[in-house]
């Protein structure tokens, strides 16, 4: 008779139990695929925006050719590591305005002309900017730009995006681009660097 009473409050108990254990369960589950989750992809995504626009394209080896006066021109290669093209539009530094240039044949002659349209960068590919073809202008120098020093440029894109990089200026003597207003035609013997003839090219 004793063992019949204690028997028929436990079923009771061990069905709450039961529930209950059920019921938290219940909120762990809803708790890791519901609100709690949420709010902490939300932040992993508002902070993954800044961190795209500021490297809307990879720029790997990255230099400005050293020039004291006039015109010169950063080089690189931008890499573009998405699913969709990139469009360069524009490029800026504080020691001169800057234009996106290119070299092409015009009546069986090498000329360097502003980049109609900006620089596309194809999704999954790379772009050379290098001597003799596609580069970043600086078009008239306020100041030397030394071996050595660093300068700072910031991209623009089509879609308004920015980003930034820094570049190392080096002495160069390949590719005797003139970088002379009128964007005429390369001249054998002359030097990207417009400054004194007696420079040393190494």
Request: with cysteine; hydrophobic share 40%; proline share 9%.
């Amino acid at each position: 008779m004793p063992s019949t009473t204690v028997r028929r409050p436990l079923r009771p108990a061990v069905l709450l139990a039961a529930a209950v254990l059920a019921v938290s369960v219940a909120g762990c589950g809803s708790s890791d695929d519901g609100a709690p989750a949420a709010p902490g992809s939300a932040p992993a995504a508002t902070s993954a925006a800044p961190g795209a626009a500021a490297g809307v394209l990879g720029v790997r080896d990255p230099w400005v050719k050293a020039a004291d006066t006039g015109m010169t021109a950063a080089f690189g290669t931008l890499v573009n590591d998405g699913d969709t093209d990139v469009t360069l539009t524009a490029v800026t530094t504080e020691v001169s305005p800057m234009e996106l240039h290119e070299m092409t044949m015009k009546d069986g002659k090498m000329v360097m002309q502003a980049k109609e349209g900006g620089i596309v960068i194809k999704a999954r590919s790379e772009h050379l900017l290098e001597p003799g073809g596609d580069h970043l202008m600086l078009m008239d120098l306020r100041e030397p730009v030394r071996a050595g020093d660093e300068l700072t440029f910031t991209l623009t894109f089509a879609d308004g995006r920015t980003q930034t990089f820094t570049a190392v200026a080096k002495p160069f003597t390949g590719a005797q681009e003139s970088y002379a207003p009128g964007h005429g035609e390369p001249m054998p013997g002359t030097s990207a660097t417009p400054g004194p003839s007696t420079s040393p090219h190494a």
